[in-house]
Nanobody
């Protein structure tokens, strides 16, 4: 069974930066996209950013210009560089991998932005 393992979450002050990483526990064949989603308390899970195997990216409006998604196809890994963090970015962040066979979710990593 394949697992996606996230890391890099934590507590940061407003204006600070964090880098999230996500990698598959074993090789996933046919990945065509990976992405990051987040869920704040009392809210639905929402898309943050996605990237295709061809490096096309898509960002939720509130993170454009602050977050950067990247992908390592060979490692089945995806990263999210988060700069200029705001208190409203606080959430559990989940990575997702979409392949021709199935979709996979990570277990989530907490990001807290507070003084």
């Amino acid at each position: 069974q394949v697992h996606l393992v996230e890391s890099g979450g934590g507590l940061v002050q407003p204006g600070g930066s964090l880098r999230l990483s996500c990698a598959a526990s074993r090789r996933i064949l046919g990945i065509y996209a990976m992405g990051w989603y987040r869920q704040a308390p009392g809210k639905q899970r929402e898309l943050v950013a996605t990237i295709t195997s061809g490096a096309r990216t898509n960002y939720e409006d509130s993170v454009k210009g602050r977050f950067t998604i990247s992908m390592d196809n060979a490692k089945n890994a995806v990263y999210l560089q988060m700069d200029s963090l705001k208190p409203e970015d606080k959430a559990v962040y989940y990575c997702k991998a979409d392949s021709t066979g199935d979709s996979y979710w990570g277990q989530g990593t907490q990001v807290t932005v507070s003084r």
